[in-house]
């Protein structure tokens, strides 16, 4: 059973944050597989077998979870070569980043963080959300206070011109002028990673917010149905 991460993954971080370069990651790689990635891996094989309760066809493979220590730096100005916090996605197997309804699970030296979104900005995606909204506002009027009880809140990028429709709740205003959308947690104290309920704490939310998964990832199927008749992409 996995009983936590350990006390010695948060200092690696800062280390790496202040010695950010190949001399330092060279040095202490066998700390960082040690250390950081493979509790990390033992946090992902617990959490698989209830991923995939929620969803049979969801990737729980370590390697394809979790994010890369390395940074791409060819569009960044920063161009530090790796990053100093690591995060953990299940979504659909097969499927690409942009687009997708996910799980995540971050932790950095400041804090610790979970939810369920759709990751990038997608027009199509946001537009069917948009629709189902409107033709059911209930469905995810429902969803509000289970968000309320658990602590999580709406994020993410809004159009400032767009126009909710006339009849819409004003509590679903924020979600339907969404750019990309996701719901995160907050409150989360960083103590709760060394403790073995974490994989209990971060799963009873994720099953909770499972209707809320499955509600993006409907809006992703009808966004991509109606782009392959269009012959466009999501």
């Not at 950010?20 to 990390?40: C, G, H, I, T, W």
């Not at 390395?70 to 499927?95: E, M």
């Not at 690409?96 to 699970?105: A, I, K, L, V």
Request: charged share 25%; proline share 7%; with cysteine.
């Amino acid at each position: 059973m996995f009983q936590g991460f350990g006390k010695e993954l948060i200092p690696f971080f800062l280390d790496l944050r202040f010695h950010n370069d190949k001399s330092f990651m060279d040095a202490n790689r066998e700390r960082y597989l040690r250390d950081v990635r493979q509790p990390f891996y033992d946090f992902i094989g617990a959490m698989g077998p209830g991923m995939q309760k929620i969803c049979e066809d969801m990737e729980v493979r370590p390697n394809k979870c979790l994010s890369r220590i390395n940074r791409d730096t060819r569009f960044s100005k920063d161009k530090s070569p790796y990053r100093d916090h690591l995060w953990v996605s299940f979504r659909q197997s097969g499927t690409p980043n942009d687009g997708t309804p996910f799980y995540w699970f971050e932790i950095s030296p400041e804090n610790v963080n979970w939810g369920v979104g759709v990751w990038g900005e997608s027009r199509a995606v946001m537009d069917a959300m948009r629709r189902k909204m409107a033709a059911h506002p209930d469905d995810f009027l429902r969803i509000l206070p289970v968000l309320k009880r658990r602590g999580f809140v709406l994020a993410g990028d809004a159009w400032k011109k767009m126009q909710p429709p006339e009849g819409l709740p004003e509590a679903l205003r924020p979600w339907y002028l969404k750019k990309n959308v996701y719901a995160q947690r907050m409150g989360a104290s960083l103590e709760w990673i060394h403790a073995p309920g974490i994989v209990k704490r971060v799963m009873d939310d994720y099953i909770a917010l499972a209707p809320l998964y499955w509600i993006f990832r409907g809006c992703v199927e009808e966004a991509m149905n109606q782009l392959d008749e269009q012959g466009g992409n999501v």
